[in-house]
């Protein structure tokens, strides 16, 4: 095998953070490498050197055995790399065939040729099995149609070289192992790999080396993934074992329902949902990307509205209008699946992100004018609490590692003294440790009595956490399942209800979302 | 299919903006039959003939998400370095509208050079060359007008086959051309890509410094265009051509559907703006309201085409949440 990319001893630093400290890292022909690390441990910072985002304050880069240096992304594409970023790589207003093209537009007699480029396009949608109109509007796509347009956009550039950062992170598992297909149909051609992956079980099924980073340092080069199990890179990844055990619920729920639907349906296309759940209890909420999850949490919320059916809360009717009315009325709170987008304020500091859901609370009696101190004092106790890392209250929220954002997140509802919190996808992208301190976390919640919708695809969290599940499929409840804890078993169970159903009418399922 | 097409082509609002332009002509026709003599629609076609080019310059740059404030003030400079050219130095036509267009080129390349190298706020940066352009222009002429224009220049002007000036015909090939960029060219496709989504014409390699020198440049010919025309319209090359520019470069290509964040523009949409724009102002003049009531009923329009827009938008982010 020969070395396509060959990194030797890179740093970088930003203003003060070693983001990376002599990290080398090679990718052979016809390999699939994957590159591990909890978040922030330098995986995209990586990345971003080999496609030419960032330069190197030091260390040697060789691409073929050349020593190269890129001043640009060009200069990567130009040298044959391709990269899926997770960053949002594609203009809403276009096309998907013109993303895909973006980079080299075909142009006859000096304008764009549409049909080189629909054409062009096609070829990468069929590989990745993407069933769109090409010319489609990219805005209208969902998240996971989104990442596929990504992989296909990285794909067309036929490179020599294709970095994948998370690309499984939003899709389903179907589309996962259709990736997977491509993936080891390109390894076969001699394309090098770079596979970022929080799913461990996806790497020991996908890759043949691995590379672990932690804080920024490598703590594995290119060992054989053959003879490495899951423990093993746990352990590369934090430095020691992963705390898999979540104790058993110390409290039962005592029995007194806190929310209930029944029959209701949405503006969102939900049909006939009857869902209990009770005071002290965590109800996992399963089901695919795109299955209606989110939407429902919404309509709950009030943010999309409830066309039919009852929703009652503590045993009473309820007519939620708003999240302000969910919130002050039924002291529901919902921490969204899209922590930067709609659970924090970025460039707000910590207090007040966690403040604003109490800040009429906390306003001084005449004046209603706020006080720093008070709004401090009040805050103080929940971030000691959820062990929210940062050095003072007053840091940025967009400062904090993905997991002290989600603590944010979580605690703003927990200091207005929500009794029902609906969590969705509350450790996407977050490394193991916080991962499992958000997992005690939830379970000491419902210890105090109140009731959570964990909502998520990660089958292996639910199966730890939940006390009881609600499966998910195509804007349906299609079966509740009692959680046994044992992986194996519930992941037969809930698949079979799932399948069961996406049998019965595999239509809808299939093709409800293309245009 | 051809439902979907039809749909597709209202959500574009391009459909809504010619219906409601439809709806005020029949209105203004009946209620005011002097709005159809050839005349009064001359004076229309004038009026759309002289903001197409300031709109389309505006235009240029909300397509990257930037903006230009110094449209107007860059537009004066160029009439009178026009009317100089001629009135002083006697210099022949073509070679002032040369002249004149060279000013607009590299008044808008400066704003884009500037923009692209040091990374600060368009709005800065044009609120900067926006002083600098104007004072400029009154330095060099004392505020005094040029008043001896050539013949030819005013006869581009005020040249009309019946109803239509002759400017109109220059300003639609403009357009045209305008269109072709934006929809058919490389660049046109960047300056979009770019407004549309910043990272992924980064990591798509394109050029981000060129895309926005190019986009500002462009927008710089654009107002000479205008300026040039405007010269030929009035006569006389004034010092404060382009000093009531601002609003209307914002208020047509908005009200035609761009997004003020990038990433949207069409051409269409602020031709159909502006001739809804004129067609409203004929009316209150014809209806003999105050002129000065144009503008405010110009702010109205603005904010309630924005709010329909939003509301389409709104009703998008419903389909995409149920999705």
Known sequence: MSNVVDIRGASKSFVGVRALDNV?????????????????????????????????????????????????????????????????????????????????????????????????????????????????????????????????????????VLLLDEPTASITPHEADRLFEVLRDLRSRGVAMLFVSHRLEEVLALCDRVTVLRDGRNTAIGQPIEGIGRRDLIRLMIGRDEETTVPPRSHASDGAVALELKGVATAAAHRDINLTLHRGEILGLYGLVGCGRSELAKAIIGAISVTAGEVSVGGRPARIRSVADALARYRIGYVSEDRKGEGIVLDQAIATNIAVTVWTRLARRWSRFLSRTREYAAVRPIAERLQIRAPSLAVLAGKLSGGNQQKVSVAKWLLAG??????????????????????????????????????????????????????????????????????????????HVIHGVADADAETAGSGRVA | MKRARAIQLLRTGNAGLALILLVAIVALAIANPAFLTSFNLYVVLTSVALWTCVALAQMTTLSTGQMSLSVGSLGGLVAIVVGGLCELWGVPLPLAIAAGLAVGFAGGFLNGIL?????????????????????????????????????????????????????????????????????????????????????????????????????????????????????????????????????ISFAAPIIGGASLTGGYVSVTGT?????????????????????????????????????????????????????
Request: net charge neutral; aromatic share 4%; glycine share 8%.
């Open chain 2, 271 to 323: 031709l159909l703006a502006l001739a809804l724009l004129a067609v409203i102002n004929d009316a209150l003049v014809l209806l003999g309201v105050d002129p000065f009531w144009v503008q405010v009923v110009l702010g109205g329009l603005i904010l309630a085409v924005v709010s329909v827009n939003r509301l389409r938008e709104g009703r998008r982010l419903g389909e995409a949440i149920a999705r």
């Open chain 2, 115 to 247: 923009i692209a190298t040091t990374g600060i706020n368009s709005f800065i940066i044009t609120l900067a060359t926006f002083s600098a352009f104007h004072g400029l222009t009154m330095g060099l002429t004392r505020a005094i007008p040029f008043y001896h224009m050539p013949a030819s220049l005013k006869a581009l002007g005020n040249a009309r086959f019946g109803a239509v000036p002759l400017m109109l015909g220059i300003v639609l090939v403009v357009a045209l051309v305008v269109d072709l960029i934006f929809q058919r060219t490389r660049i046109g496709r960047y300056m979009l890509a770019y407004g549309g989504n910043a990272t992924s014409a980064v990591l798509s390699g394109l050029s981000t410094r060129k895309v926005v020198i190019f986009a500002h440049t462009m927008s710089g010919l654009l107002s000479a265009i205008a300026a040039i025309l405007t010269v030929g319209r009035l006569q006389i090359a004034q010092p404060t051509i382009g000093e009531d520019w601002l609003i």
């Open chain 1, 24 to 160: 080398s890292i090679d990718l052979a022909a016809g390999e699939i490498h994957a590159l591990l690390g909890e978040n922030g441990a330098g995986k995209s910072t990586l990345i971003k050197i080999i496609t030419g985002v960032y330069v190197p304050d030091s260390g040697i880069m060789k691409l073929g055995g050349q020593e190269v240096s890129f001043r640009s992304p060009r200069d990567a594409i130009n040298a044959g790399i391709a990269a899926v970023h997770q960053e949002r790589n594609l203009v809403p207003a276009f096309g998907i065939a013109e993303n895909i093209c973006l980079d080299r537009l075909p142009v006859r007699h000096g304008l764009l040729d549409r049909a080189a480029i629909l054409a062009d396009a096609e070829v990468w949608m069929k590989t990745i099995g993407l069933k769109l109109d090409p010319a489609t509007p990219v805005r209208q796509l969902s998240v996971a149609q989104l990442q596929l347009v990504e992989i296909a956009k990285a794909l067309s550039l036929r490179s020599r």
């Open chain 1, 418 to 495: 929500t009794e029902i919190l609906i969590m969705d996808e509350p450790t996407v992208g977050i490394d193991v440790n916080t991962k499992a301190a958000l997992h005690r976390l939830i379970r000491e919640l419902a210890d105090d009595g109140k009731a959570i919708l964990l909502i998520s695809s990660d089958m292996p969290e639910i199966v730890a956490v939940a006390d009881r599940m609600a499966v998910m499929n195509a804007f349906r409840i299609v079966g509740m399942v009692e959680n046994t804890h044992s992986y194996q078993d519930m992941s037969a169970k809930i698949m």
